[in-house]
């Protein structure tokens, strides 16, 4: 059964980055595609990205200028950095695998979410 | 503003069928698959529906999916208390170099 682990500081100051880790097990990382997905409390889901395991990368427009996505695939592991952030960015972080717009499976593994509070 | 449209609110009383409607534009479920998600209070989302209509193993035959057009709608018959929850819709949509979206959730109540 696969399973993501998200992982990272639930603390990040104005204007610094927010630097996470989801980490795959269970199965290989190998040849799919691997989102980041947030949702601020109470608010609705917002796709943040996604890379494929060659390292190619789709952002989400509104986050693109401050976004950036890389892959590890001797660790299965997968990252996300998101600079100068604000209050506006605080909200729990999902990682989640993807087959691709033409395989039409949808996000079928989720991490359980980290909360990421950006404040001083 | 979300890219898809859904009702903030739904609900109905146990045994009871609801439908959550789901609307988009061409770029979007016009021309892609819709996926349906559920998110039980204080868990990560679950995937519900894919490719339109299609249950992951697991998922109960209560829940059914439907497209026409750009709209999409997700059915839940046989009504239960479990069932509420807040529900999602999504679609990759081809404007603006590919990105994915989500309709901005219905808060289903089982009364």
């Known amino acids: 059964q696969v399973q993501l682990q998200e992982s990272g500081p639930g603390l990040v100051k104005p204007s610094e980055t927010l630097s996470l880790t989801c980490t795959v097990s269970g199965g290989s990382i190998s040849s799919y595609y691997w989102s980041w997905i947030r949702q601020p409390a109470g608010k609705g889901l917002e796709w943040i990205g996604r890379i494929y395991t060659s390292g190619s990368t789709n952002y989400n427009p509104s986050l693109k200028s401050r976004v950036t996505m890389s892959v590890d695939t001797s660790k299965n592991q997968f990252s996300l950095k998101l600079s100068s952030v604000t209050a506006a960015d605080t909200a729990v972080y999902y990682c989640a695998r993807d087959q691709g717009a033409a395989a039409g499976a949808g996000f079928d593994y989720w991490g359980q979410g980290t909360l990421v509070t950006v404040s001083s | 503003q979300s890219v898809l449209t859904q009702p903030p609110s739904a609900s109905g009383t146990p045994g009871q069928r609801v439908t959550i409607s789901c609307s988009g534009s061409s770029s979007n479920i016009g021309s892609n698959y819709v996926y349906w998600y559920q998110q039980l209070p204080g868990t990560a989302p679950k995937l519900l529906i894919y490719r339109n209509n299609q249950r992951p193993s697991g998922v109960p035959d209560r829940f059914s999916g439907s497209k026409s057009g750009t709209s999409a709608s997700l059915a839940i018959s046989g009504l239960r208390s479990e069932d509420e929850a807040d529900y999602y819709c999504?679609?990759?949509?081809?404007?603006?170099?590919?990105?994915?979206?989500f309709g901005g959730g219905t808060k289903l109540t089982v009364l």
């Open positions: 999504a679609a990759w949509d081809d404007s603006l170099s590919g990105r994915e979206v």
